[in-house]
Nanobody, 114 residues
Framework: QVRLVESGGGLVQAGGSLRLSCVAS??????MGWYRRVPGKQRELVAR???????KYADSVKGRFTISRDNAKNTVYLQMNSLRPEDTAVYYC??????????WGQGTQVTVSS
C-alpha cells in the first residue's frame, strides 16, 4: 500500500523559509512533486522532479523554491525561501509512476504572514 507522509509546514513571516519533506512508502516513483491549493482555487503544481524528466517549477516560485530528492530514503523535499503571503496554501505531496499510479499525501498547511 502506497503511503505519503508530509511534514514541515507551519507559520512563517514573509521573507522567511520553510522546508517540506515527504516520505514515500510502498513503492518507488518515477516522478515526485509538490502541489498546493488555496480555498476556492484549483490545485496547482509547485514543483516536480523526475528520474528522467528532471525538474519543473511554477513560474511563481522559480528562484525561490528548490525541489530535491533522496532516492535512498524515498523522500522528496521542497526548500522554500523568500516566502510571500501569496504562498499561503495547503501543500500536497504527489508521487506518480507505474505500476502505482497517481498518489497524494494528506497535505500540510503553509501560512506566510505579512
Amino acid at each position: 500500500q502506497v503511503r505519503l507522509v508530509e511534514s514541515g509546514g507551519g507559520l512563517v513571516q514573509a521573507g522567511g523559509s520553510l522546508r517540506l519533506s515527504c516520505v514515500a512508502s510502498g513503492g518507488f516513483f518515477s516522478v515526485m512533486g509538490w502541489y498546493r491549493r488555496v480555498p476556492g482555487k484549483q490545485r496547482e503544481l509547485v514543483a516536480r522532479i523526475g528520474s528522467v524528466s528532471g525538474t519543473k517549477y511554477a513560474d511563481s516560485v522559480k528562484g525561490r523554491f528548490t525541489i530535491s530528492r533522496d532516492n535512498a530514503k524515498n523522500t522528496v523535499y521542497l526548500q522554500m525561501n523568500s516566502l510571500r503571503p501569496e504562498d499561503t496554501a495547503v501543500y500536497y505531496c504527489n508521487a506518480f509512476g507505474p505500476p502505482y499510479g497517481d498518489n497524494w499525501g494528506q497535505g500540510t498547511q503553509v501560512t506566510v504572514s505579512s
